[in-house]
């Protein structure tokens, strides 16, 4: 077995940008072994996203965005489990972010027709934002013609 050394560890995170002690259990189980690390990784978060799908995602943000020139804008909400995630400044700028992008992509008409994650029947996704079950409730683009 190999010797799991802190370099080792913080590689790890710092390519997954997962906790310290995530890290080195899953090195340890892996045998010190970085790619298996990474697969064994995988494999807890598909485990930790479908324990969480239930939760409720009452707290969120919009993000706002219009072009300079006018021709394009979205709103997009993202919705997550707290308070505290949704005041950050990583979560405000991954709404805002969102927003640019569907209004910057020259593939979307409206979000119904081609905005990727749009789900009418079920409209949680979960996604990773600071650990915690985050979901699109819904995207708007509108261009005008001109």
Do not use: Y
């Not at 906790?19 to 995988?42: S, V």
């Not at 405000?92 to 969102?98: K, P, S, V």
Request: aromatic letters at 4%; charged letters at 25%; a positive charge.
């Amino acid at each position: 077995m190999a010797e799991i050394t802190a370099a080792l560890v913080r590689e790890l995170r710092d390519e997954t940008g997962l906790p310290m002690m995530d890290c080195k259990k899953a090195l340890t189980e892996a045998g010190g072994d970085k790619e298996a690390a990474k697969k064994h990784l995988r494999e807890q978060g598909i485990k930790i996203s479908a324990s969480r799908s239930g939760r409720e995602t009452a707290f969120g943000r919009f993000g706002i965005f219009c072009g300079v020139d006018k021709k394009a804008g979205a709103i997009v909400e993202v919705k997550c489990e707290s308070a505290p995630v949704a005041n950050s400044d990583e979560f405000i700028q991954f709404a805002n972010d969102l927003a640019q992008a569907l209004a910057s992509s020259p593939k979307v008409t409206t979000a119904t027709s081609s905005w990727p994650c749009h789900r009418p029947a079920s409209r949680e996704r979960p996604s990773r934002t600071s650990r915690t079950t985050c979901s699109t409730a819904s995207a708007r683009s509108s261009t005008s013609a001109g």
